[in-house]
């Protein structure tokens, strides 16, 4: 599953992730890893951030669940 680590004050959200999605996901994006080891990566948006990019991303996790 996908647990956020620390609350989300700004654009950045740090999430731990299962070994597999992030495996997944390195091949469907670019992601800033953080904490291999236990899983940590940082998402971050911007103010032209869209939401089919939000929701692309969400479902690339769904379907590597």
Request: proline share 3%; charged share 20%; net charge neutral.
């Amino acid at each position: 599953g996908i647990k956020i680590i620390y609350p989300t004050e700004v654009n950045l959200v740090f999430a731990q992730l299962q070994p597999e999605i992030i495996k997944y996901l390195l091949n469907k994006v670019s992601l800033s890893i953080v904490d291999e080891e236990i899983g940590i990566i940082r998402l971050a948006t911007s103010f032209d951030t869209k939401i089919n990019d939000i929701n692309h991303f969400i479902s690339l996790i769904k379907k590597s669940m």
